[in-house]
Nanobody, 128 residues
Framework: QVQLVESGGGLVQAGGSLRLSCAASGRTFARNVMAWFRQTPGKERQFVAGITWTGSTTYADSVKGRFTISRDNAKNPVYLQMYSLTPEDTAVYYC??????????????????????WGQGTQVAVSS
């Protein structure tokens, strides 16, 4: 059974930082796109950042320059380092794997339907 498990969420003050991790079991994703999405109540899940198996990265405009996605296939598949957090970053963050369209590029307007596997999410709350 394939599982993605996120960790690292929590409560942080504005301007602070957090590092999210996503651990996988059941199969390897070394040759697949990995991504992070986030969701707030009443809204659709939104793309945050993605990384191809070659290391090419794509970011949503709202996080570019503040967030960094990376991967280490030997340990956990993907990380999301978040800096300069604002209350607008408050959301449940989800790890996603295997992009249906292509494993060689990622669009910053990717929707959740583009991805096959999902974690259960980790809450990030940023206080002002």
């Amino acid at each position: 059974q394939v599982q993605l498990v996120e960790s690292g969420g929590g409560l942080v003050q504005a301007g602070g930082s957090l590092r999210l991790s996503c651990a996988a079991s059941g199969r390897t994703f070394a040759r697949n796109v990995m991504a992070w999405f986030r969701q707030t109540p009443g809204k659709e899940r939104q793309f945050v950042a993605g990384i191809t198996w070659t290391g090419s990265t794509t970011y949503a405009d709202s996080v570019k320059g503040r967030f960094t996605i990376s991967r280490d296939n030997a340990k956990n598949p993907v990380y999301l380092q978040m800096y300069s957090l604002t209350p607008e970053d408050t959301a449940v963050y989800y790890c996603a794997a295997v992009r249906r369209g292509s494993d060689f590029f990622i669009r910053k307007d990717d929707t959740s339907s583009e991805y096959v596997y999902w974690g259960q999410g980790t809450q990030v709350a940023v206080s002002s």
